[in-house]
């Protein structure tokens, strides 16, 4: 009887070039205070020993893995695609015969609409795996869900709370990881904020977008978009709240753009073209909501915050958004929210990615 030898494992590269993705560098302090909770920013980030990628495998898991030009082709094909979707003609099937898993420890309407509805109009077909069809790490490990997943279908997606997971997925899955999310950072949600920009004041490249708030996720995919694409970017903060240090370093240290961190939200906002929220507590952080509250007055974004941005200036969110929270009603109602084109564009930014992944 002829044995056949099956190698599902993949190796990515996250050496010495990546030192921000060491797990030890993504947990900061919370500032001291005799409470009764563990305010320690809860990312899971170490990464697996560096080894080499496979001549021709794909994944989209950190903007920096990716040089300006490819960044820049994927926007424009996202641009292209957008506007022959919004045309109706539905002749444009490129995942036709195609599937793709879609792994979810951390649940979100955005995120599961947009890659399913998207992968469907391209003409493919989208599997909703939930925390309790894999419960990923527990009931099996990350390896070996990577392994069979890989051989049903034709790209992976996940959206997960440990950035290990994700980097696990891709090292032993034959075919291409998307990153929908991590604790450690939301590269796709990037894509669509860059898509976003261009529509709307005209150009990406040269901008100055503020983020207010927590130093989280979105701040470290702006970040590492920063390492690629010169731009300025400012995020303003409480004392304690910066975004991951070597990261920070990673950024500034590629010389592309101007980086802030600073604490004062009504001198930073000044000249913006993009004032950027999200949530102050985000998944996994709840039980801090209440003292994060306290920690960020003086960080809601209202209209004074944005009169104090200039009139050209638009109001970005990731969303969810807390109203009356992290930004006031008003802002996030006004004419220069562009929240929701903001929204619509994760499915136009991630189909541009799955093409450029899959080689179409």
């Known amino acids: ?38 305010f320690q920013r809860r990312i899971s980030c170490v990464a697996s020993p560096a080894v080499t990628q ?9 903007l ?32 036709e015969g195609k599937t793709m898993a879609m792994i979810f420890t951390k649940p979100s309407m955005r995120t599961r609409v947009s890659f399913e509805t998207g992968f469907s109009l391209l003409g493919g077909h989208a599997i909703y795996l ?6 990923m790490g527990k009931r099996e490990e990350t390896r070996d869900i990577a392994r069979v997943l890989c051989r049903y279908n034709d790209i992976i ?11 696990d997925l891709a090292k032993y899955a034959t075919v291409p990881v998307i990153n929908g999310l991590t604790d450690y950072n939301h590269p ?19 901008t100055k977008v503020v983020y207010v708030g927590d130093g989280n996720n979105i701040v470290h995919s702006w ?16 004392k304690g709240f ?4 070597k990261t920070v370093e990673k950024a500034r240290k590629a010389g592309i753009s101007k980086i802030e961190i600073t604490n004062d939200p009504k001198e930073a906002v000044k000249g913006a073209d993009v004032v950027y929220s999200d949530v102050w507590a985000s998944m996994g952080q709840k039980e801090e909501a209440e003292y994060r509250r306290q920690v960020f007055k003086g960080f809601q974004v209202d209209k004074n915050l944005m009169d104090m941005a200039g009139s050209k200036a638009f109001f970005m969110h990731c969303l969810p958004a807390e109203r009356g929270v992290e930004v006031t009603d008003e802002v996030i109602e006004a004419p220069n929210s562009i929240v929701f084109p903001q929204a619509e564009n994760r499915m136009h930014a991630q189909n541009a990615v799955m093409l450029h992944v899959l080689g179409k």
């Open 223 to 238: 970040l590492l978009m920063a390492s690629v694409i010169p731009f300025h970017f400012v995020c303003v903060c409480p």
């Open 64 to 95: 920096d893995d990716f040089n300006k030009d490819t960044i820049l082709k994927m926007l424009d094909r996202a641009i292209e695609v957008k506007a022959l979707l919004n045309s109706g003609d539905r002749s444009f099937r490129p995942f």
């Open 130 to 135: 939930g925390p309790d069809d894999i419960q």
């Open 242 to 245: 910066e975004p991951d240090a």
């Open 1 to 38: 009887m002829a044995v056949i030898a099956c190698n599902c494992y993949r190796t990515v590269g996250f050496g010495p070039d990546k030192p921000y993705l060491s797990g030890r560098n993504l947990r900061r302090r919370a500032p001291s205070r005799a409470i009764s909770v563990s």
């Open 157 to 167: 997606m996940a959206r997960v709370f440990a950035h290990k997971d994700i980097l």
């Open 188 to 206: 796709c949600q990037i894509m669509a904020d860059a898509l976003t920009m261009i529509e709307h004041i005209g150009r990406f490249e040269g």
């Open 54 to 62: 496979k001549v021709g495998q794909k994944d989209f898991l950190h």
